[in-house]
């Protein structure tokens, strides 16, 4: 069956940096289109950043932009999420997604175009 197993969250002070990982099985990677959302208590989930299947195409939330990178390795199956200037309102768990008939060109920012998710990981920051 499908599984996301996101790792490399944590606890880092304001201003540091972390990179999740997504590790994708199961399913044929390079055919699906990535996502990170994040959720905090009691609000909905949000979109933070994805990337098509080629990796060329990667629209971000406004507010990680130029703070935030995502990047696969589809010889590893793996998506990645660069985190720098971290602030404490990143803090989240953070979850990847996986979508497998979205628009290349335009990946969806929206939780229901995707069809898998991972158990998501803890981020907190502290200030």
């Known amino acids: 069956q499908v599984q996301l197993v996101e790792s490399g969250g944590g606890l880092v002070q304001a201003g540091g940096s972390l990179r999740l990982s997504c590790a994708a099985s199961?399913?044929?990677?390079?055919?699906?289109?990535m996502a990170w959302f994040r959720q905090t208590p009691g609000k909905e989930r949000t979109f933070v950043a994805a990337?098509?299947?080629?990796?060329?195409?990667?629209p971000y939330a406004d507010s990680v932009k130029g703070r935030f990178t995502v990047s696969r390795d589809n010889t590893k199956n793996t998506v990645y999420l660069q985190m720098n200037s971290l602030k404490p309102e990143d803090t989240a768990v953070y979850y990847c997604?996986?979508?497998?008939?979205?628009?290349?060109?335009?990946?969806?920012?929206?939780?229901?175009?995707?069809?898998?998710w991972g158990q998501g990981t803890q981020v907190t920051v502290s200030s």
């Open positions: 997604a996986a979508d497998r008939f979205g628009d290349a060109s335009n990946p969806s920012r929206a939780e229901m175009e995707y069809d898998y």
């Open positions: 199961g399913l044929t990677f390079t055919s699906y289109i």
């Open positions: 990337i098509n299947t080629g990796g060329g195409t990667t």
